[in-house]
């Protein structure tokens, strides 16, 4: 059904958490008019719905898709990219029509900073945030790619089949222009690798920007940054997942102002590098700084204090210090003399009158100890309100606002457990379900995406798939065949009949008299036994252990009787029994002897992980195919639990 609609707008931005994409807001008086145009039946409509928006007067376009019918009447509202494309003010008016897209096949996009190189696998990247921001791409258009704590912009240089298309539902093939050498040379001076024990000498930073480094570290061992400033002033941030670390935004850090910065990064079994970045306050700076391994004595902090509690020392009252007894008196003297510990209480000791002891300075607001250079900057960072970019959180410390990124904060970056990219985790999910499995809003939405189950073919939810899993390993588990016959030499399975014996198996001892003691019964089983002991059943195939054929050596009458007696008496016991078990010896044709051959051989090879009875069934179902058998065991049998 051939659709048309149009209309003129006013435009108005929307929230932040679009301007990511494509998506525009309309009022819901353009869903009523969409739907009337199709006939009130939302199956004509087009899904899902494109729009080409226009200046009216320019006649630039952009496309786009449509997040919500919620706006107000009269009113689109617009992500910031398209103002700026379409070159149109807040309250300005913009023609939207509705239009049908081809879907894309394959495009071409242009990195327009070096700094995507960050980005571990830019087609899952691209591929997650597309899905979920954009319907249309058109040429000419630079479309903004959320990675970890960045947007990367990329350029639509070429398009198939047509300069616009729609992404939704398609596969879209991604070829990605490559870096000029320039800006391949710009990345690599910006941020490099390195390893432990490797030191970072006389590194500049311009002001207000950072340096980053990415340290390889071995066997998960702590490790121990120790920094110089040798000029200027820096913050020094560390973390495990972020690649470009802020003060806002990190995992350990040493904000302080010191000149020698000595920071320790426990060890775990999830660390095998951390990412460094080396912050310049207020001016330009030069560092130099280096990773060692950390041992247990650095990770503690505390150091001994030289003959504390000996016999012969006495603790200075001055500064603390313990001296020999024999000269306290001369220390003392000399010490209250010339040194004076801070009257704040931290029990330093300064030399009277000295440059350190006038630049000494205890925070007001907090238990800080530092220098007055410092005292801006502490002030700046600890004692100044600051909003989180979630816009929920508010505190005054750089360090409290790090710990609430990295934690609860919807911005907080994580990788995906199920497109395994690096995005922030989003709110707290409002479904049951998705609490308990402790998923966000980005996990819930990427974890409701469905595949195929290949064992039941339903469409499945990635989120549930491992329950979904489990209930088939249930099932699986919870099958049940009929017992083999108690004839150990046959295959079949058995039937209701005193001996549990297969239908061709119990065949010669079927008979119509009245034996209500099993007498009779016993007597042919007896004699059945005492024949094949004696003559054998003169088939070369026979694998009977109780026979004269198969072991090739037959016995005489008196010694079979021996051989028999212990067989038939527990043959006896089984049949008083209300279920018997009995253990039978029978030779059978030739067919049944290679399908329990085949089915002990399946039963070896696969280590006793299903029983004998399975491995029947699998080589039947595959024509006695022992490779295609144990494929068809791995895909559908029960295992048993089998102690070796």
Same mark, same amino acid.
């Given at each position: 059904m051939n659709i048309t609609w149009s209309k003129t707008y006013v435009v108005e931005p929307t929230p932040k958490d679009l301007d990511s994409g494509d998506k525009i807001i309309l009022p819901s008086s353009a869903l009523e008019e969409l739907l009337a145009a199709a006939a009130n039946n939302s199956e004509n409509l087009p899904s899902p719905l494109?729009?080409?928006?226009?200046?009216? /007067?320019?006649?630039?376009?952009?496309?786009?898709?449509?997040?919500?019918?919620?706006?107000q009447t009269g009113v689109v509202q617009l992500p910031a990219w398209m103002f700026e494309t379409l070159q149109v003010e807040h309250n300005a008016k913009v023609a939207i029509k509705l239009c049908t897209?081809?879907?894309? =096949?394959?495009?071409? !996009?242009?990195? #327009?900073?070096?700094?995507?190189?960050?980005?571990?696998?830019?087609?899952?990247?691209?591929?997650?945030?597309?899905?979920?921001?954009?319907?249309?791409?058109a040429k000419g258009?630079?479309?903004?790619?959320?990675?970890?704590?960045?947007?990367?912009?990329?350029?639509?240089?070429?398009?198939?089949?047509?300069?616009?298309?729609?992404i939704t539902d398609t596969d879209l093939e991604v070829d990605l222009e490559p870096l000029e050498q320039e800006q391949q040379r710009q990345t690599h001076r910006e941020k490099g690798t390195i390893v432990l024990d490797e030191p970072v000498t006389h590194i500049?930073?311009?002001?207000?920007?950072?340096?980053?480094?990415?340290?390889?570290?071995?066997?998960?061992?702590?490790?121990?940054?120790? #920094?110089?400033?040798?000029?200027?002033?820096?913050?020094?941030?560390?973390?495990?997942?972020?690649?470009?670390?802020?003060?806002?935004? /990190?995992?350990?850090?040493?904000?302080?102002?010191?000149?020698?910065?000595?920071?320790?990064?426990?060890? =775990?079994?999830?660390?095998?590098?951390?990412?460094?970045?080396?912050?310049?306050?207020?001016?330009?700076?030069?560092?130099?700084?280096?990773?060692?391994?950390?041992?247990?004595? %650095? #990770?503690?902090?505390?150091?001994?204090?030289?003959?504390?509690?000996?016999?012969?020392?006495?603790?200075?009252?001055?500064?603390?210090?313990?001296?020999?007894?024999?000269s306290n008196t001369l220390h003392e003297s000399f010490c209250l003399r010339n040194n004076v510990v801070c009257p704040h209480g931290c029990g330093r000791v300064f030399k009277k009158g000295s440059p350190e002891l006038e630049n000494h300075w205890h925070c007001t607001k907090c238990n800080y100890v530092g220098t007055r250079n410092g005292q801006k900057k502490h002030i700046d960072y600890f004692h100044v309100p600051k909003t989180c970019i979630c816009g929920d959180f508010v505190t005054n410390s750089y360090e409290e606002l790090a710990r609430h990124r990295q934690s609860m904060c919807s911005e907080r970056l994580i990788t995906c457990r199920y497109c395994h990219n690096l995005v922030p985790q989003g709110i707290q999910s409002l479904e049951p379900r998705d609490r308990l499995l402790n998923l966000h809003s980005h996990e819930s939405y990427c974890g409701s995406r469905t595949i195929t189950c290949q064992k039941c073919k339903k469409q499945i939810p990635?989120?549930?798939?491992?329950?979904?899993?489990?209930?088939?390993?249930?099932?699986?588990?919870?099958?049940?065949?009929?017992?083999?016959?108690?004839?150990?030499?046959?295959?079949?399975?058995?039937?209701?009949?005193?001996?549990r014996l297969c239908q061709y198996c119990f065949g010669p001892f079927w008979v119509t008299d009245d034996d209500p003691k099993n007498v009779?019964?016993?007597?042919?089983?007896?004699?059945? +036994?005492?024949?094949?002991?004696?003559?054998?059943?003169? /088939?070369?195939?026979?694998?009977?252990?109780?026979?004269?054929?198969?072991?090739?050596?037959?016995?005489?009458?008196?010694?079979?009787?021996?051989?028999?007696?212990?067989?038939?008496?527990?043959?006896?016991?089984?049949?008083?029994?209300?279920?018997?078990?009995?253990?039978?010896?029978?030779?059978?044709? %030739?067919? =049944?002897?290679?399908?329990? +051959? !085949?089915?002990?051989?399946?039963?070896?090879?696969?280590?006793?992980?299903?029983?004998?009875?399975?491995?029947?069934?699998?080589?039947?179902?595959?024509?006695?195919?022992?490779?295609?058998?144990?494929?068809?065991?791995?895909?559908?049998?029960?295992?048993?639990?089998?102690t070796v």
């Open positions: 494109t729009f080409e928006l226009r200046h009216p /007067h320019t006649r630039t376009i952009v496309y786009g898709g449509v997040k919500e019918f919620s706006g897209l081809p879907k894309g =096949t394959w495009a071409r !996009l242009q990195p #327009m900073t070096p700094d995507v190189v960050d980005i571990i696998d830019y087609r899952a990247a691209l591929e997650s945030h597309l899905r979920a921001h954009y319907n249309t791409m258009q630079i479309l903004a790619c959320r990675y970890g704590s960045r947007s990367y912009p990329f350029l639509v240089t070429d398009l198939k089949p047509e300069a616009a298309v729609c500049k930073i311009e002001n207000e920007q950072y340096r980053y480094w990415e340290v390889q570290l071995k066997d998960h061992a702590a490790v121990r940054i120790q #920094m110089t400033v040798e000029s200027g002033d820096t913050d020094l941030v560390v973390s495990r997942t972020d690649q470009r670390p802020t003060i806002d935004n /990190h995992e350990w850090s040493d904000l302080s102002s010191d000149t020698n910065r000595d920071l320790v990064i426990p060890g =775990t079994a999830s660390l095998s590098r951390v990412y460094i970045g080396i912050h310049a306050v207020s001016s330009d700076a030069v560092v130099s700084w280096e990773a060692i391994s950390a041992d247990g004595s %650095e #990770m503690d902090g505390i150091e001994d204090e030289p003959h504390a509690h000996e016999a012969g020392y006495t603790r200075c009252k001055n500064c603390n210090t313990w001296v020999p007894e024999r990635i989120k549930d798939i491992q329950v979904h899993a489990k209930v088939h390993e249930v099932q699986r588990q919870n099958q049940r065949l009929p017992p083999l016959c108690s004839n150990r030499n046959c295959i079949r399975p058995r039937v209701n009949n005193r001996l009779k019964l016993l007597q042919r089983v007896a004699r059945k +036994l005492h024949s094949q002991l004696t003559v054998g059943c003169g /088939h070369s195939y026979c694998r009977n252990k109780y026979c004269a054929t198969s072991i090739q050596t037959p016995q005489d009458a008196n010694t079979a009787a021996t051989t028999l007696i212990p067989l038939i008496q527990s043959l006896q016991r089984q049949l008083t029994l209300p279920d018997p078990d009995p253990e039978l010896y029978l030779c059978v044709d %030739e067919s =049944t002897t290679r399908r329990r +051959l !085949l089915a002990e051989m399946l039963e070896e090879g696969t280590t006793r992980k299903y029983s004998i009875a399975w491995c029947s069934k699998a080589l039947d179902s595959e024509n006695e195919d022992l490779e295609r058998a144990q494929h068809w065991l791995d895909a559908n049998a029960p295992r048993q639990h089998v």
